[in-house]
């Protein structure tokens, strides 16, 4: 007692262990308490120790609980293989063909449970000519797994009986001085897998860590290598980094290092024009404050947001060439998606909404009759309004038009009558105009913020109401 009282007092206890290239960090430096960890995250690691196995937190949790962030979720790593995890756990299953891991359920919470694997040797590797790896699931020991891990930060264990961290890349200091560091050779790690590049921008945004030198600079040769990644994956990580809460911190940096041309090729004319970039970049922070209130996301809105602008422009030169406004939408929603899919293959599961959303912009400007009412009762209203009301703000249509709606879904029934009365009655000598295309890169675009007479007028000629 009085022994531990002066270590306390004194700071003995409070030393870094080295044990060969292993750093052990005791609580009293790091902080981390085991009340940080998820309950269920912990009951898995105390019962495989109870097993006679090693159990430990890993990866992302341990680098977020540094940072004083809630981590996203709580993976264990262990030295049991998934067959002896499986028999530890009476409700948990194996998942995966290339890496076997064990999800162990905890009433509604799931646990994954990996083992500790090694990074096949670079002549041992099987590898594309690129040098992308297609084998490393190889078992081994916890040093091994720590260096198969991608950055420093990411690789460190955290034993919730003994609050000890386990450290063999110096993550604890980079964290400390919010330093992304790459383990190993930068390029021969992006070479095995491009995805890190993708990675390094993700975690740095939404961590604000910087990229340290040496990891970056490879990024910038390196890029094209992206284009090997099997589409699923790519999507996948193009998903996390969308909805990380940091999406416009993200599509910034991807910009920046030169990174967005093979994923979202459209990206790049899109963010080339003024309008486009605006109306980009405010889905963006619209999507990542949503995050943030824990509000619902939906990856089709935001697909929906990227592509539009290319939409438009396609809609615009179809009708400039004599098409109907109707059937000129319907053929640049596919000609746009179809050329998408050929870079990043966004789901056709989404498409649905994607065009239910587009198609519904040009009913907004038909403000008159019972077409509003049929409008609001659209299944996808909400989500075409908030569709609208990214337009309104990028300066891509007038505000009016998306204040106008902003009341009239609230308001009584007599103020609607009315808004309805007031909005027809000046348009009659307006629909005398002759129909034209317009001649502008925009549609029903009015940069003015003047004047809508134009898309009003050929949208409600033009376009059913349901
Ligand atoms: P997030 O907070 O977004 O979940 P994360 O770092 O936890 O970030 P995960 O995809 O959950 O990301 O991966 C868990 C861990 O697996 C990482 O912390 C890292 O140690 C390791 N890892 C993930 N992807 C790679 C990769 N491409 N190469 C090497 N190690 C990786
Ligand atoms: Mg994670």
Redo the contacts with the bound molecule.
Sequence with gaps: MIKRFFKHMFGKAAQIQIIGRCHIIPFELHSVSREGISPAARRVAEELQAAGFQAFVV??AV??LLLNRYP??F?IATNATPEAVRKVFRRSRIIGRRFRLVHVMFGSDTVEVSTFRRAIEHDEAETDEHGRLLRDNEFGDQEQDAA???FTA??MFYDPTTQAIYDYHHGYEDIRANTLRMIGDPAVRYRE?P??ML?AVR?SAKLGMQIEAATAAPISQLKDLLVNVPEARLLDEML?LLLSGHAYECVKKLRSMNLHHGLLPMLDVILEQPMGEKFVMLALQNTDKRISEDKPVSPAFLFAALLWHEVLAVWTARQQKGERPVAALHEAMNEVLERQRAQLAIPRRYDTVMKEIWLLQPRFTQRSGQRPLRLLAQERFRGAYDFLLLRCESGEIDMQLGAWWTEFQDTSEERRTEMLQIDEAPKKPRRRKKKAAPASGDVQVNETGQDETKSDEYMQAEFPSD
Excluded: E, F, P, T
Aim: glycine share 12%.
């Design positions: 990866g992302g680098r977020d996203k979720d993976d198969r891990r991608d990411n690789a897998d995805v890190r990675r975690l996390k």
